[in-house]
Nanobody
């Protein structure tokens, strides 16, 4: 059993910043990919950023230069620093991890944290 606990969402004005955190707990050997997805009202869930165990990173184009993903392997935690937030960044943000546990690899999702950017 793996649990992801997210924090850091909230209401911010356009141009502001927020930092999301997601901590994984459970019987974890190690975590391969750690990432953040988001789902805006009426839209499909999309990948925002992903960081792999080797440190390689992918961002969706419209957050490049504004968002920074990082991870702390010792704490099984992933962060998303979001700067220059815009109203179109408003969404529920979900943490996603590919976790290696005894005997298998599984995909875990957080419960989601709401980010609201006002204009």
């Amino acid at each position: 059993q793996v649990r992801l606990e997210e924090s850091g969402g909230g209401l911010v004005q356009a141009g502001g910043s927020l930092r999301l955190s997601c901590a994984a707990s459970g019987s974890i050997f190690w975590i391969n990919a750690m990432g953040w997805y988001r789902q805006a009202p009426g839209k499909q869930r999309e990948l925002v950023a992903r960081i792999n165990r080797d440190g390689s990173i992918n961002y969706v184009d419209h957050v490049k230069g504004r968002f920074t993903i990082s991870r702390d392997n010792a704490k099984n935690t992933v962060y998303l620093q979001m700067n220059s937030l815009q109203p179109e960044d408003t969404a529920v943000y979900y943490c996603n991890c590919i976790v290696v546990v005894p005997l298998r690899t599984l995909e875990a999702w957080g419960q989601g944290t709401l980010v609201t950017v006002s204009s």
